[in-house]
């Protein structure tokens, strides 16, 4: 097997523009793309090391440029083991037909290959679109919506209430907006954090991003 990179986002959103960014800046094949659950979508590669190592890269600096919470890990694996053909799928792209053989003429003790048109889902492509494209104009429409409410309407009930009606993923979108001193005031109105007092205000932004997703994801579990 060639080199693998993996990418674990949270959302199709991010998923879909991980792989975008993987595809354009190296030569590598996109094998596999596995709904994890929870929300967390995982993008993996294939190809030359170096092109893997360059298209995880450029992947995982897209989706951060969406939002930081969105990206959950990001893998090289050099040499992978021939075993993990079973457990990733074979190395053949993703939207690839594996049922289609050429077909052709017999000429002498050779076969002229015709040319094969390979079979494609259309309803499957437009149905994965079609949800990207919602989820974008979802966070899309409630970012443009935010940026009117003052700092003074940011407070635990109203995030509450966005993870109710529109997701997790939108409320992370939101909160990753926020500037670390609002941040910082919103922390201090949770009492399960896994940070208090003197430790939120000495928290950076990531610390605070962190602890606020794993507070929102052990809730919604519930």
Known sequence: MQALGLIETKGLLAAVECADAMLKA??????????VGGGLVAITVTGDVGAVKAAVEAGAAAVEQLNCVLLVSQHVIP????ELADLIGSEKPVAEDR???PVGEVVGEDIVAEPVVEAVDEDQVT???EEAADQAGAVEGYRENSLKLD?????KKRIDYIVLEYGLDIALDLLGSLKVTNLRTLAREY???????RFISKAD???????LTNYYQKTTKK
Not at 79 to 82: K, L, T, V, W, Y
Not at 205 to 211: I, M, N, R, V
């Open 26 to 35: 190296a030569n590598v094949t996109l094998i596999d793309k596995t709904v």
């Open 205 to 211: 932004k990531k610390t605070l991003l962190l602890e």
């Open 99 to 101: 049922s289609v053989e």
């Open 191 to 197: 009492k399960s954090l896994g940070i208090a007092g």
């Open 127 to 129: 149905e994965i679109v």
């Open 151 to 155: 700092s003074e309407e940011i407070n």
């Open 79 to 82: 040499r992978p083991h021939e």
